[in-house]
Each structure stands twice: as structure tokens, then as C-alpha cells.
Nanobody
């Protein structure tokens, strides 16, 4: 079992930045690929970014490339998402998730999910 708790969301103006954190506890964090997903009102949950268990590989959805950076600190059992140049369309509930031993882009490949942190970008 892995418990995940997101933090760092909030209200920011378009063009601003936020850094999301995801604190993990339970089983060995470094054995899990980690991902960020988001869900806007009335829309399906969508993939944002993923990182391999070691942190050596990352992958982003097209809308996040060049603006968002996913990192992890295995010593601190923490996942991060640095979001720059935020747009109104980035407004959503952001979730972190853990997948055993792999880096995945599909929600179904993730076994554990946090409760989410709200990001609201105003124009």
C-alpha cells in the first residue's frame, strides 16, 4: 500500500507558476513510477507527466512540454511538478499516482492515487 498526499495547489494568474508536491508513505517509493494527472470540471482525467522510478526518464503530454517539469526526490519520498507559464486551461484538480516498477501514461496502469490538489488559473 502506498499513501499519497498532494499539496501546493492554489489560485494563480495566467503566466504565473506553481510547484505541486506529492508526499508518499508506505511501500518503497523508489520502486514506483510516478505520474501527474488532472481533471477539469466536466472532463475526463488526463495524463500530464510521468517519471521513472529512478527519475532518469520523464514523459509529458504535449500541452505540458516546455512549461511543466516533473521531478522526484527518492530520499524524501516526494514527487514534484513545477508548472510555469500557466494558462487558464490548466485549471483542474491535479492528482499524483504511483505505478509499480514502471513509467506509465495510462491511468489504469497506476495502482495508487492521492486525493488531488486544486489549481486555478485566472485570466
Amino acid at each position: 500500500q502506498v499513501q499519497l498526499v498532494e499539496s501546493g495547489g492554489g489560485l494563480v494568474q495566467a503566466g504565473g507558476s506553481l510547484r505541486l508536491s506529492c508526499a508518499a508513505s508506505g511501500r518503497t517509493f523508489r520502486n514506483y513510477g510516478m505520474g501527474w494527472f488532472r481533471q477539469a470540471p466536466g472532463k475526463e482525467r488526463e495524463f500530464v507527466a510521468a517519471i521513472s522510478p529512478s527519475g532518469g526518464l520523464t514523459y509529458y503530454t504535449d500541452s505540458a512540454k516546455g512549461r511543466f517539469t516533473i521531478t522526484r526526490d527518492n530520499a524524501k519520498n516526494t514527487l514534484y511538478l513545477q508548472m510555469n507559464s500557466l494558462k487558464v486551461e490548466d485549471t483542474a484538480l491535479y492528482y499524483c499516482a504511483a505505478a509499480p516498477s514502471t513509467m506509465a501514461t495510462i491511468a489504469g496502469d497506476y495502482d495508487y492515487w492521492g486525493q488531488g490538489t486544486q489549481v486555478t488559473v485566472s485570466s
